[in-house]
């Protein structure tokens, strides 16, 4: 099965290259833990303070897409992180932010240009920076060049749940203990496979940019395969573009994601939950110069 895509990559790294985090979600209100504390309402040089600061750190305006240097289109959207270095190129600012909070992007409540707007940043963290540390220096970052404000709120948003249809469900075991997720996409198609029901709702979480809670109670590896429209998915916009590799052909329009799982006797029930979320009241486009 493995071979039936072009490019395998787990979730974790994909949202990386969209940085897209996808972490096990426990449930509604388990969804929307952040690394540090916010308050009802912060002032840039407030929030600023009292975090930690990256040693040396290079913000800018990404070049428009195929003008950056070799290799920038492959890496468009990727927050790479090496020991002692952090590098977002051509990353949405929104995908900062998912990285900075340790959140899921539909936790990112803002304006709209955060999703369209890219930029480059680079930056050099102190010696033994733990995941901890550079989660609270790109909040600083943030803050202390995009003159950003931000504040921490529980709202009750839309959610799916990924619940088993009204005949059971059609899944097969899998015999390959090694399998794990894997996605490519093009041509108005995405093809993905996951290994548990835990795995779909988490991908599926990333592709539809609202929160999807397996609530089938159904545990196991199974083969589950899936190849649907990309029309309408949030994630298509914040991956940069297509996957590298062959992409799916367009031979035939793909189903939507409701129609797909049904093939799994499964179904999505949009349902409302309370989810916290950090809210940027204010930010400036342009960041300040280095």
């Given at each position: 099965m493995k071979n039936r895509f072009a490019r395998e990559l787990s979730f974790g790294k994909r949202v990386l290259l969209a940085s897209v985090v996808i972490v096990a979600i426990a449930g509604p209100m388990a969804v929307g833990l952040m690394n540090a504390p916010l308050g009802r309402a912060q002032s840039p040089k407030a929030a600023a303070?009292?975090?930690?600061?990256?040693?040396?750190?290079?913000?800018?305006?990404?070049a428009p897409q195929g003008e950056g240097g070799p290799g920038q289109a492959r890496s468009a959207g990727l927050c790479r992180e090496d020991p002692g270095r952090i590098s977002c190129i051509g990353s949405p600012l929104k995908l900062v932010l998912i990285r900075a909070y340790d959140v899921k992007?539909?936790?990112v409540l803002g304006p709209a240009w955060m999703e369209t707007e890219?930029?480059?940043?680079i930056a050099t963290e102190p010696a033994g920076a733990t995941k901890a540390q550079t989660s609270a220096m790109l909040q600083r970052l943030l803050v202390d060049r995009f003159r950003m404000s931000v504040r921490r709120e529980s709202?009750?948003?839309?959610?799916?749940?990924?619940?088993?249809?009204k005949n059971g469900?059609?899944?097969?075991?899998?015999?390959?203990?090694?399998?794990?997720a894997g996605f490519t996409w093009g041509n108005g198609h995405l093809r993905f496979r996951v290994p548990t029901l835990d795995h779909l709702?988490?991908?599926?979480?990333?592709?539809?940019?609202?929160?999807?809670?397996?609530?089938?109670?159904?545990?196991?590896?199974?083969?589950?395969?899936?190849?649907?429209?990309?029309?309408?998915?949030?994630g298509v916009h914040l991956t940069g573009g297509p996957t590298d590799g062959d992409p799916p052909t367009a031979s035939d329009?793909?189903?939507?994601?409701?129609?797909?799982?049904?093939?799994?006797?499964?179904?999505?029930?949009?349902?409302?939950?309370?989810?916290?979320?950090?809210?940027?009241?204010?930010?400036?486009?342009v960041p300040v110069a280095n």
């Amino acid at each position: 099965m493995k071979n039936r895509f072009a490019r395998e990559l787990s979730f974790g790294k994909r949202v990386l290259l969209a940085s897209v985090v996808i972490v096990a979600i426990a449930g509604p209100m388990a969804v929307g833990l952040m690394n540090a504390p916010l308050g009802r309402a912060q002032s840039p040089k407030a929030a600023a303070s009292n975090l930690p600061a990256f040693e040396v750190a290079s913000v800018r305006r990404a070049a428009p897409q195929g003008e950056g240097g070799p290799g920038q289109a492959r890496s468009a959207g990727l927050c790479r992180e090496d020991p002692g270095r952090i590098s977002c190129i051509g990353s949405p600012l929104k995908l900062v932010l998912i990285r900075a909070y340790d959140v899921k992007s539909y936790q990112v409540l803002g304006p709209a240009w955060m999703e369209t707007e890219k930029y480059d940043i680079i930056a050099t963290e102190p010696a033994g920076a733990t995941k901890a540390q550079t989660s609270a220096m790109l909040q600083r970052l943030l803050v202390d060049r995009f003159r950003m404000s931000v504040r921490r709120e529980s709202r009750e948003l839309p959610v799916y749940a990924l619940v088993v249809g009204k005949n059971g469900p059609k899944l097969k075991k899998s015999t390959d203990p090694d399998d794990h997720a894997g996605f490519t996409w093009g041509n108005g198609h995405l093809r993905f496979r996951v290994p548990t029901l835990d795995h779909l709702a988490r991908g599926l979480t990333f592709w539809m940019g609202r929160p999807v809670i397996d609530m089938t109670g159904i545990e196991g590896r199974f083969d589950i395969a899936l190849d649907i429209s990309t029309e309408g998915l949030a994630g298509v916009h914040l991956t940069g573009g297509p996957t590298d590799g062959d992409p799916p052909t367009a031979s035939d329009p793909a189903p939507s994601v409701f129609t797909a799982v049904q093939e799994f006797g499964l179904r999505l029930e949009s349902r409302k939950a309370p989810i916290e979320c950090i809210v940027i009241d204010k930010a400036e486009k342009v960041p300040v110069a280095n």
